[in-house]
């Protein structure tokens, strides 16, 4: 059999784009800078007000709002549809919606794991499984998922949402593999700390913390280059890369000293 020749990616500006999370954070700043140089973008939240209002304020009128929770099948589906409807296909998924909460091994609550991973790691199956048909109609369709820099290494009280961003990244990857041979594209978000709602709950030092803004500059730049793997600020990843690579002995020593439970357990 002979391989199909490869297919060149549209650029922004004719693409039709599907932004989850974009009611705030991240997601939000993406709306803005995004908007302006896409053919159209779809935006998701379940917040529909806060949606209404991002869209308005970013000044530009191909932007349509559908609320939907990302842990809902039906409801990502029925977006699906209309999409489907509108254009006939999608470009570009970015799976952007996510949170954070972090464990206390003291008050172990596998509740919180179970409502991290679900939105996280499920929410992002179920935006997969909705979008996928519709990528699928696209010239070159092209999925991409936000992860974190904290799925480079186990870190403090990050059992959960760790977990549920290692998990993400080994989906995408094993998605990319797997979705090589139909010509869509997959990349993985990993960005280090940026300021927004999610972040301004965190009660200890985040250094390197960057604006959404920035945030944004760096999401689009890599997904113009259809990057495998977007990471940001290079310095703080890289940063946490290295350590991930030092033998476990030596790289469980750091991670250690970062935790509270350690830092107590020493001072008794
Ligand atoms: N900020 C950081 O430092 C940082 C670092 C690494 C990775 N990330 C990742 O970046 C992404 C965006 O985070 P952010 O910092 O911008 O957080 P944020 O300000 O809290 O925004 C999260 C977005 O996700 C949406 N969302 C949450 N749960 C949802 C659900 N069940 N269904 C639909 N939408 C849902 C929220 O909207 P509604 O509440 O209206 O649904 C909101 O629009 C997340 O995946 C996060 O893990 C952030």
């Known amino acids: 059999m002979t391989a199909q020749p490869r297919k060149t990616a549209p650029p922004l500006a004719q693409q039709v784009i599907w932004l989850t999370g974009a009611s705030s954070g991240i997601g939000e700043a993406l709306v803005k800078s995004l908007?302006?140089?896409?053919?159209?973008?779809?935006?998701?939240?379940?917040?529909?007000?806060?949606?209404?209002?991002?869209?308005q304020q970013s000044g530009?009128?191909?932007?349509?709002?559908?609320?939907?929770?990302?842990?809902?099948?039906?409801?990502?589906?029925?977006?699906?549809g209309e999409i489907e409807q509108q254009f006939g296909r999608l470009d570009t998924l970015i799976a952007n919606a996510g949170t954070c909460e972090y464990v206390d091994v003291k008050q172990f609550d596998a509740e919180l794991f179970e409502r991290v991973v679900h939105t996280n790691l499920v929410g992002l199956?179920?935006?997969?499984?909705?979008?996928?048909?519709?990528?699928?109609?696209?010239?070159?369709?092209?999925?991409?998922?936000?992860?974190?820099?904290?799925?480079?290494?186990?870190?403090?009280?990050?059992?959960?949402?760790?977990?549920?961003?290692?998990?993400?990244?080994?989906?995408?990857?094993?998605?990319?593999?797997?979705?090589?041979?139909e010509?869509?594209?997959?990349?993985?978000?990993?960005?280090?700390?940026?300021?927004?709602?999610?972040?301004?709950?965190?009660?200890?030092?985040?250094?390197?913390?960057?604006?959404?803004?920035?945030?944004?500059?760096e999401i689009i730049r890599g997904i113009e280059r259809r990057?495998?793997?977007?990471?940001?600020?290079?310095?703080?990843?890289?940063?946490?890369k290295t350590i991930a690579a030092l033998p476990a002995g030596l790289r469980m020593r750091i991670t250690r000293s970062m935790s509270r439970n350690q830092a107590s357990a020493s001072s008794r």
């Open 60 to 80: 530009c009128s191909n932007i349509l709002c559908y609320p939907a929770d990302i842990t809902d099948r039906d409801q990502l589906h029925k977006v699906a």
């Open 35 to 55: 908007a302006s140089r896409c053919l159209q973008l779809i935006i998701t939240a379940r917040n529909a007000d806060k949606l209404q209002q991002v869209a």
């Open 125 to 181: 199956a179920n935006c997969t499984e909705a979008a996928l048909p519709l990528l699928r109609h696209s010239q070159r369709g092209y999925l991409v998922g936000t992860s974190s820099s904290v799925a480079y290494l186990p870190l403090t009280r990050a059992q959960a949402y760790g977990a549920s961003k290692a998990a993400t990244n080994h989906f995408l990857e094993a998605m990319k593999i797997d979705l090589a041979g």
């Open 183 to 217: 010509q869509t594209d997959v990349s993985v978000i990993c960005p280090g700390f940026v300021k927004t709602p999610l972040t301004d709950r965190n009660d200890f030092p985040m250094p390197m913390r960057i604006s959404a803004a920035e945030a944004a500059e």
């Open 227 to 240: 990057q495998w793997e977007i990471h940001f600020p290079r310095r703080f990843t890289w940063i946490l």
